[in-house]
Structures are given as C-alpha cells and as structure tokens.
C-alpha cells in the first residue's frame, strides 16, 4: 500500500470542535476538503481505543477537560463515546470512497494499568523487585506511570498481540505503532535486564516480523522510531519509519531554529541525499530507503511548527516538500498546522486551544500544497450544498 500525504487528528477533541458527538456525524465537507483540497490519501486518528476507562464515562477526570492518554490503551475496542465499531466502519467507509485510508493507534509497549490481562494474564507483564507491575517505559529515565510494562520475553504475550493486531486489521488500513523500537529483541532485552521477566527475548523471532506475516502485505505498518532503529524496522516489514531522531526535523530545527543556518546545505541535503541513495532490503525486496522516510514540521509531541519555525516557517515547508529536487517519503500534517496554530493540545485535552486562524499561514500552505481550484477535483457524487462561509477556513 502507498501513502504519500498523512493527516494527524486527535480524535477526542476533533469531535468537539466539529461540534458532533460521533466518528460517522463528521461531516461530508471534512473529508471533502482533507481528500480533495489538500490531497492527504490517510488519516491517522489517534485516541479512538478504550483507555483507561475514562473515554466511557465509567471514571470521571478530576478536571473537567481532560482525560487520560491515548496510548494507555484499555481494550483494543472502539469507544463508546466515538460511537462504537460500527461508527468508525461508517467513517472509514466514506473516507475509503474518496480514496483516503485509515490509520489507527497500536501500542505495543504496554496497555493501561486497569487493562484486564493485569488481573487475567499477571505473567504477560514485566514485573519490579517487589513482584508489582512495572510502568512502562522507553528507558530507566523515561516512564509512563499510567500504563503497565508488557513483557515481550513471553512467547505466550506475543502471541496475544499478534491476535490483537490480527482484529484491528477488520476495522481500519493500517496502524501507526507508538515507540515501535521498544519491542526489539535486543532493546527490550537491555531495558529490563535487571527487572524480573519470562526469559529473554534473543532467541526469538522479530515480533515485526511476524505481525507483518499476520497482517498482510496490504495492511500498512507506520512507526514511531528512535535510537537507530528506523533502517530495520523497515527491513522487518514497515511501510513508513519516523525521519526525526538526528534525522530530517532535528537536522531542520538546528539549521533553520538553532542558529546552524551555514550548515543547511551539507547536512540535511546531505542526510537527504544519503537517504534516497541508500537500498533496503525489504520483505517484498529491495528498495531505497528515503521512501519509507516520514517527514514532518510538527506532531502531537512536538511543539507547533509555526511556533517553533517562525519566520522560517516557509522555508521549512520548501525544504520538506521539495527535498533539493528529489523528493522521496511521506508527508505528515498535523491538524491544526494548516491554520497556524501556535500552542501544543495536551495528550490529555478533550479541546484544543482557541486559537485565531492565522491567514496568511493558512494562505502559505494553500500556495505550497497547490489547493486552487481545489472545489473543481470533488467528484459530483461527493458535493454538498454548504456553503463556504459556514465551514472553518481550513476547509474553503
């Protein structure tokens, strides 16, 4: 499967600001503009999983906006509150009509601490010295203490997974793996080496490996990768690797943000060049790497791109759309970023910030992305009758 365009919406605080209270209630103008105007062919809708028992109304936040983390993950069962299955089929199914495919969360590190494998399955988890449940976590320093270590040296764990991975694919195209890295043999391995686990994970197959084989060739594998790990993650079967650790957005914030403007040639066109020139070797043969690359200005864990560039917002933009001539990858927007939005939503948010359009933003990225005339692609069968004045800027 190719992708070429990502769009980012977090799914919670999406629904409110379109002021409709189910996934299949977005409007036909939404998807019109995402498909048609701004040519994206995947959304990646983060945060429509159980999680934590929040999103179901069953424990109320202490503060009235907010909610837990998307990536404390419940039950790999659609909410109730976005409507269920068969809200989000409804969905996916006038998003595949107009070409654009869906992409869902999958976290293969941990699951929420109130996940009913904590009390079912106690040996599918990493446990401490004291016989509790370790947070996960991405390394001693970094810890997440609202979810629950998966413990990847049990064979019968990964198995679960794998079965778990093999019911998403029923509901949408594809998945975007939080923290991907983590479930390498080898980096699990040293990240709880002193902990209490089933084993080791080094005589094991690759777990990527085998949920590429238990997905399918046309279910689209998109990782969230750091520590060197992006290059095999693709050659164990993904279709689209993060570019950003010592990679395309550091390389762009040091040269553009930091002060590191006279290095802008050699370094990122540099990386750029070395990319796009470099084979892998794939499990449907070889391939040049630069086009599983994922390029971006910002995602919900970075800050704003028109925050962090600034004045030299375009000049980000040029770079990552043009490549110095030679284009390869995937593009990833963020909802928002189109408009200009400057302050980072919270993981824990159920809105966004207010935030005035920022027009001539907005026009920068309709210019660049070559949205003129955009209304003339919309085939006849997709047109609606609302008009332009009544829809959100980034959608006219």
């Known amino acids: 499967m190719k992708i070429k365009r990502i769009y980012e919406i977090n799914a919670l605080p999406f629904l409110e600001e379109s002021k409709v209270n189910k996934l299949d209630e977005i409007g036909d103008e939404i998807l019109n503009a995402i498909a048609f105007k701004w040519n994206f062919d995947a959304i990646y809708l983060m945060g429509v ?21 998307p990536f404390s993950i419940r039950k790999y069962k659609i909410a109730e509150n976005f409507g269920g299955k068969q809200a989000l ?13 869906l992409l869902l969360d999958f976290v293969p590190n941990n699951t929420s601490r109130d996940c009913e494998w904590t009390d079912q399955h106690l040996d599918f988890y990493v446990k401490n010295a004291d016989g509790t449940i370790a947070f996960g976590a991405a390394s001693p320093f970094e810890t997440w203490s609202d979810t629950a270590q998966l413990d990847y040296s049990n064979p019968k764990l990964r198995k679960t997974m794998l079965a778990e991975l093999k019911k998403i694919t029923s509901v949408c195209d594809g998945v975007r793996c939080d923290m991907s890295h983590l479930v390498l043999n080898s980096v699990f391995d040293e990240n ?6 089933q084993g080791k994970c080094e005589n094991q197959k690759e777990f990527w490996s085998e949920a590429r ?12 990768a750091y520590g060197n790990s992006e290059y095999h993650l693709v050659e164990l079967g993904f279709d689209a690797v993060y570019d950003k650790e010592k990679g395309f957005y550091d390389r762009l914030v040091a040269n553009l943000v930091n002060g590191k403007r006279g290095e802008l040639a050699s370094d990122i066109e540099g ?19 630069g086009d599983f690359l994922v390029k971006f200005l910002e995602n919900h864990d970075e800050n704003r791109a028109a925050q962090v560039f600034g004045e030299e917002l375009i000049n980000a933009l040029k770079i990552m759309l043009d490549q110095f001539g030679n284009p390869h990858g995937i593009l990833f927007f963020q909802h928002g970023q189109l408009e200009g939005r400057r302050i980072k939503t919270p993981l824990f948010s159920k809105k966004f910030p207010r935030e005035k359009v920022d027009h001539e933003i907005l026009k920068m990225y309709e210019n660049l ?24 800027f980034w959608l006219r």
């Open 271 to 289: 990386h750029l060049r070395g990319c796009n020139e470099a084979k892998v070797s794939t499990p449907n043969g070889e391939k040049i790497y």
């Open 89 to 101: 089929l409804k969905f996916k199914k006038k998003m595949n009509e107009r070409g654009i495919k």
């Open 213 to 224: 084989k238990k997905a399918g060739n046309d279910f689209y594998f998109f990782a969230e």
């Open 192 to 197: 709880w080496k002193n902990a209490q686990t």
């Open 49 to 69: 999983w159980e999680r934590d028992n929040s999103t179901n109304g069953k424990t109320a936040s202490k503060k009235r906006n907010s909610v837990t983390s």
């Open 369 to 392: 992305l070559e949205t003129e005339n955009w209304r003339n692609r919309i085939p006849k069968k997709f047109q609606t009758k609302k008009s332009g004045e009544k829809l959100a």
